[in-house]
């Protein structure tokens, strides 16, 4: 219990460089799940915060005697922004797949050398096909964890106000002034993307939430602006800490990060009851994926790194620690059945029919997305 509170604490309050440690798991010998690389000894890791095992590191180099170094981020534009400039430094990185389809185009990524990654074959077919559309012939990435962006809620502030928590199925919760204005007092946070809220912003008005065309575009700017008064804070990892502490009683964000600040506040046991809904009108459903840089200098140890995580039990244990589903069916296997039979983590297919995925933006929608989004952050 400790544990997972330090380490995720560690995480999102510093956005910083973080080895492994801890003690949960088994790790796998190094002949199943990692190949021990020759050269170099390290290997440069940039992945979201809040998003491994606290041992899974460790384990690594134990297995393979490569050191891991490892950073982590919250935004897909910030990660965007160090893969464009080039010399990242890093020798694998894990964008969302929409990020990646259009990093691809943009010549970012190394074409993985699959017989470096045996594991491979653990993935999920159907999933791959699904990720091919926008990563075609799944030449340069692997999916790690995927995932919902929904309504994560503070269950007894909701039930006080709105004497169940039945309007956390709609997102009329979020979107209508009048219901988002009685929970501004106990804290609203939205994820700092206009890629997501955008596009859920969109589907709310009935709109194709990929639309490239600006007027439709505006048409969320416009509904955004009239709940903009209620809306506390802007942050993508913060939430995770602030729902569990009780400081926000609202956030638009991941499934798997709502799950982690429900299992906090329940471990910290301070009483604060949080939960997370998939509001019926639909959510986005997204994949973060594996990749390498192209000037990625420790390139095999990449591939020994990325096959490690595509271990069944490595994966188990990843999943297990953050609730977030993965693309491995043996490791779901192996997983908690109280994170498996989760609904809200692993959808049911009624809901999963309604999810939407994003596609990959073209630079003038992008600017547009920008321009909308700073201009909302700044004007209250
Ligand atoms: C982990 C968030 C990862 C989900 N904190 C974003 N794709």
Known sequence: MKLRMLGVML????????????????????????????????????????????????????????????????????????????????????????????????????????????????????????????????????????????????????????????????????????????????????????SEIVPIALNYLGEDPNSTDPKVIDKAAALLKTIRPSISQFHSSSYIDAMANGDTCLVVGWSGDVIQARDRAEEAGNGVKIAYSIPKEGAPLWFDMLSIPKDAKNVDNAYAYINYLLDPQVMANNSNFISYPNAIPKAKDLMDKQITSDPTIYPPPEVAAKLFTFAIIPPEVDKQYTRLWTDLKTNK
């Open 11 to 194: 995480t999102t309050a510093t956005l910083a460089a973080c080895g492994g440690g801890g003690k949960d798991g088994a790790a796998p010998a190094a002949g199943e799940g990692a190949a021990p690389a020759a050269g170099s000894k390290t290997v440069n890791v940039y992945n979201w915060s809040d998003y491994i095992a606290e041992d899974t590191n460790a384990n690594f180099e134990k297995a393979t005697g490569v050191t891991v170094t490892y950073d982590v981020f919250d935004s897909n534009e910030v990660l965007e922004a160090k893969l464009l400039a080039g010399s990242s430094g890093y020798d694998v990185v894990v964008p969302t797949l929409n990020f990646l389809g259009r990093q691809i185009q943009a010549g970012v990524f190394l074409p993985l050398d699959k017989a470096k990654i045996p594991n491979l074959a653990n993935l999920d077919p159907e999933m791959m096909k699904r990720i091919e559309k926008q990563d075609p012939g799944n030449k340069y990435a692997v999916p790690y964890m995927w995932g919902t962006t929904g309504i994560g809620y503070n269950v007894d502030k909701i039930k006080a106000i709105f004497g169940n928590t039945d309007v956390t199925n709609s997102w009329d919760l979020v979107f209508k002034p009048e219901n988002l204005a009685k929970l501004k007092d106990c804290g609203v946070t939205f994820l700092d993307t206009p």
